[in-house]
Structure formats: structure tokens, C-alpha cells
């Protein structure tokens, strides 16, 4: 007999990172090459030449720079190329690897499963992203956002989206919403609260707007969730919208936006990020809980989920291109998602130092929110919810938060 839901352990898939079979930051061959052009570029600004390319060294011959500036300027270049390089063999050989209880699984449809963390305090349903891994929630021993709730007076539950398969691969939105996450809902008795991650947190919002007037939520959380896609940078935002084209082909074969072209995406946000990091990871001590957390944090990035072919189109070409959400135009269900219908009490923690959802997009829903209460940590996207400051930083206010409802 196959043993029970809630004692099943999750089967590591073939590519999840692992000791020495890690890849890398994915996909690893563009960060190594935007980590190249970084050191390309930055050598020739220090040299006053307009490029790095041979025409130009050419055309700069009768200015040849100071040879000591020429010397210092590559000797500078060859220490980030190996300092880039050190970091990620590090990574690659940390000794580290994921091993987490798997709490009991109360529901599931298809790929997806309701996970219950316990407690006996204020219930909490968190909805994280479609494109991550759900455990960023539950990292690690010390670094679990639900396993301290639970013992801070809350009873957290997680929305495990799992992987797309088959049927997942022809959802759209409103299928997320309306359909799979209304009936998640539901298999939770008590009156909760809905608090969602990133994407999640626009999932939760329009799960929340139609729910709101049953009496089965009490309030609504959104953490480094966005809004404006064109608060930061519209010409950006609309770039990525514009890779659609060139994406679709792949779409149209395998149903899905596949990691590693999702992880480009996130490169045109912040092309030299990854680079930097591993730079300063190569620096870093080892066996300190920071870099072990580092390691947690990468094998979760490298360990993403593709996104369903409808929801790819809809989130590129509508969020992204149009800025549907910020312009009243998202609908799901034919329900318009208008955060300003919101009748029940908000909660919104905006990091100040987040690259993938600038303050400014997050701020732009916090705005419109009736019933708000706003942080900001000092905190990057991922370092808010599972970061060595998380708990003074997130943990804390939220419970807070959530106990000042009751």
C-alpha cells in the first residue's frame, strides 16, 4: 500500500541541485557571458575608449593609453573573472543539501497539494509564485518563515503549485485563480487569511476580491508583490513583453515557458546581479551560516518551475506590455481586479532594495488599498522572506499584523 498523504516525502527530481551536479546560476553560459561583457566594458571605460572591441582598439592606436593604466585595468579584470569563476565552482562543490519534513498534505488536484504547517493561532494560506519552487516559504532549518510561525501563534498553510503538467499546461489565470485556488479555499474549515508571495501575491488579491463578501477571509497580505509594471521603467517593462514572439515557438512545442528562458527574462531586469553575487560569495567564509544560506537560497533559484503557456502570454504581453493590472484592465473571471474594492484590512511589506519588483511597482497597489498597513524592509526580494534578517525584518511585523486582527 502506498503510505499515506501526509507521510509522503517529496522524490528529488534528476536535476535538482545537488553537490557536485549543480549547474550553476542558470542558465549558466549567459551569466558567464554578461559577466564577460561587464568585464569587457568596465575595462575599456577605465582606459577612456568608447568599446571594447577590436575596432576600437585599432582606432585608438595613436591614443595608447598609460601602460601601467592598461596593466592595472586587466590585472583589475582578471581578479572579478576569478573571483566570478571561484564563487561558482564554491557553490558548486557546498556540501549542503535540502532536507525538510514534509508537513502534512491536507488536499491536493493534480500537481498541486495544500500543505499544513500546524499552530493553533490565526490561520494563514500563503500563495507564492507560479515560477518558483514553493518551499522558498520553508528554505531551511533555520531559515523557515512557516515553521517559525507556527510557533509564534499562527497556523500557516502553503499552496504547493507543484509542477505543470498535462492539464496545467493549458491553464490560464482565471483557471489558477477561480478555479484551483478557490477550491484550495475551501478544503481549509476556519476563516484565514490569504498572503501571497511575488506573483502569488497577485493571484491571492483577485482570489480575495471574489471571496471577500463569504466571511471565509479576514484580511489580505502581499509581500514584494507587483503592480505598475511601468512605475520603474515602462521601456524595460515593455522589452520583456516584447521577447514574446521570439519565445513562442518554444511555447507552442513543450506548452510552457521553460526555466531557463524565464531565467533570461529576469537577466534583462538585472543583467549583472547573478555575476556580482557570485563574486562576493567566493569571498565569503565557507562554513558560516551566511554562506550556507547563500547555497539554500541558489539551489532554490536553480530549482524553478515552468510557467503554463496561456499564463505566460497573458502575464508578458498584459502585465509586462500592457500594464493591464495598474490600468484596471485585468480581468479574471470577467471580475475587473481593482484593489480599490478591497474591503477587508491589507497588509503590505515592500523591500527596499528588491531589483525583480521595484518599490515603486509594489508601492503603486499599496496606494490603493483602503485598509493598509505598509513596510519596508531593508531587504532584498528573496532576503525578505527567508534572509538572515527575515525575522526581525518580515516574521515579526506580520505576526503582528495578523494578531491585531483578532
Given at each position: 500500500m502506498p503510505p499515506p498523504r501526509c507521510c509522503r516525502m517529496s522524490t528529488p527530481r534528476p536535476e535538482a541541485p545537488a553537490p557536485l551536479s549543480r549547474r550553476g546560476p542558470r542558465p549558466l553560459l549567459l551569466h558567464l557571458s554578461l559577466a564577460w561583457m561587464k568585464s569587457a566594458f568596465s575595462t575599456a571605460a577605465s582606459l577612456n575608449w568608447n568599446s571594447a572591441s577590436p575596432v576600437s582598439w585599432l582606432e585608438h592606436q595613436g591614443q595608447t593609453p598609460d601602460p601601467r593604466a592598461v596593466q592595472a585595468?586587466?590585472?583589475?579584470?582578471?581578479?572579478?573573472?576569478?573571483?566570478?569563476?571561484?564563487?561558482?565552482?564554491?557553490?558548486?562543490?557546498?556540501?549542503?543539501?535540502?532536507?525538510?519534513?514534509?508537513?502534512?498534505?491536507?488536499?491536493?488536484?493534480?500537481?498541486?497539494?495544500?500543505?499544513?504547517?500546524?499552530?493553533?493561532?490565526?490561520?494563514?494560506?500563503?500563495?507564492?509564485?507560479?515560477?518558483?519552487?514553493?518551499?522558498?516559504?520553508?528554505?531551511?532549518?533555520?531559515?523557515?518563515?512557516?515553521?517559525?510561525?507556527?510557533?509564534a501563534g499562527l497556523h500557516p498553510y502553503l499552496l504547493d503549485w507543484g509542477w505543470p503538467a498535462e492539464v496545467e499546461r493549458h491553464f490560464t489565470l482565471t483557471d489558477y485563480i477561480a478555479g484551483r485556488l478557490e477550491r484550495a479555499l475551501a478544503a481549509i474549515q476556519e476563516p484565514l487569511i490569504l498572503a501571497g508571495y511575488c506573483m502569488g501575491g497577485l493571484l491571492a488579491l483577485?482570489?480575495?476580491?471574489?471571496?471577500?463578501?463569504?466571511?471565509?477571509?479576514?484580511?489580505?497580505?502581499?509581500?514584494?508583490?507587483?503592480?505598475?509594471?511601468?512605475?520603474?521603467?515602462?521601456?524595460?517593462?515593455?522589452?520583456?513583453?516584447?521577447?514574446?514572439p521570439a519565445l513562442e515557438p518554444g511555447l507552442q512545442f513543450t506548452g510552457t515557458l521553460p526555466i531557463d528562458?524565464?531565467?533570461?527574462?529576469?537577466?534583462?531586469?538585472?543583467?549583472?546581479?547573478?555575476?556580482?553575487?557570485?563574486?562576493?560569495?567566493?569571498?565569503?567564509?565557507?562554513?558560516?551560516?551566511?554562506a550556507r544560506r547563500f547555497v539554500a537560497m541558489e539551489d532554490w533559484l536553480a530549482d524553478g518551475v515552468p510557467l503554463a503557456a496561456p499564463v505566460a502570454r497573458e502575464a508578458l504581453s498584459g502585465w509586462y506590455g500592457?500594464?493591464?493590472?495598474?490600468?484596471?484592465?485585468?480581468?479574471?473571471?470577467?471580475?475587473?481586479?481593482?484593489?480599490?474594492?478591497?474591503?477587508?484590512?491589507?497588509?503590505?511589506?515592500?523591500?527596499?532594495?528588491?531589483?525583480?519588483?521595484?518599490?515603486?511597482?509594489?508601492?503603486?497597489?499599496?496606494?490603493?488599498?483602503?485598509?493598509?498597513?505598509?513596510?519596508?524592509?531593508?531587504?532584498?526580494?528573496?532576503?525578505?522572506?527567508?534572509?538572515?534578517?527575515?525575522?526581525?525584518?518580515?516574521w515579526r511585523p506580520f505576526t503582528a499584523w495578523v494578531q491585531s486582527l483578532s
Open positions: 585595468a586587466f590585472e583589475e579584470t582578471l581578479r572579478a573573472d576569478r573571483a566570478l569563476i571561484a564563487g561558482i565552482a564554491a557553490y558548486r562543490a557546498a556540501p549542503y543539501t535540502r532536507q525538510m519534513p514534509e508537513p502534512p498534505v491536507i488536499w491536493e488536484e493534480q500537481e498541486t497539494r495544500l500543505l499544513d504547517y500546524g499552530g493553533t493561532g490565526p490561520a494563514v494560506l500563503f500563495i507564492p509564485s507560479l515560477i518558483n519552487r514553493a518551499y522558498i516559504l520553508d528554505l531551511m532549518e533555520d531559515a523557515s518563515a512557516l515553521r517559525w510561525l507556527a510557533g483577485a482570489a480575495t476580491l471574489r471571496a471577500q463578501h463569504t466571511g471565509k477571509l479576514r484580511g489580505l497580505a502581499l509581500l514584494a508583490t507587483p503592480w505598475d509594471f511601468h512605475a520603474a521603467s515602462a521601456d524595460e517593462a515593455r522589452r520583456v513583453a516584447e521577447a514574446l528562458a524565464l531565467n533570461t527574462l529576469f537577466a534583462m531586469v538585472d543583467p549583472f546581479g547573478v555575476g556580482d553575487k557570485y563574486r562576493d560569495f567566493a569571498g565569503q567564509d565557507k562554513a558560516s551560516a551566511r500592457a500594464n493591464t493590472p495598474a490600468r484596471g484592465q485585468w480581468r479574471v473571471a470577467g471580475l475587473a481586479v481593482n484593489p480599490a474594492s478591497l474591503t477587508l484590512p491589507a497588509f503590505c511589506a515592500i523591500p527596499a532594495r528588491d531589483r525583480l519588483v521595484p518599490a515603486a511597482s509594489a508601492l503603486a497597489l499599496a496606494d490603493k488599498l483602503p485598509q493598509v498597513n505598509v513596510i519596508t524592509p531593508s531587504a532584498g526580494h528573496i532576503g525578505m522572506v527567508a534572509g538572515t534578517n527575515a525575522e526581525s525584518t518580515l
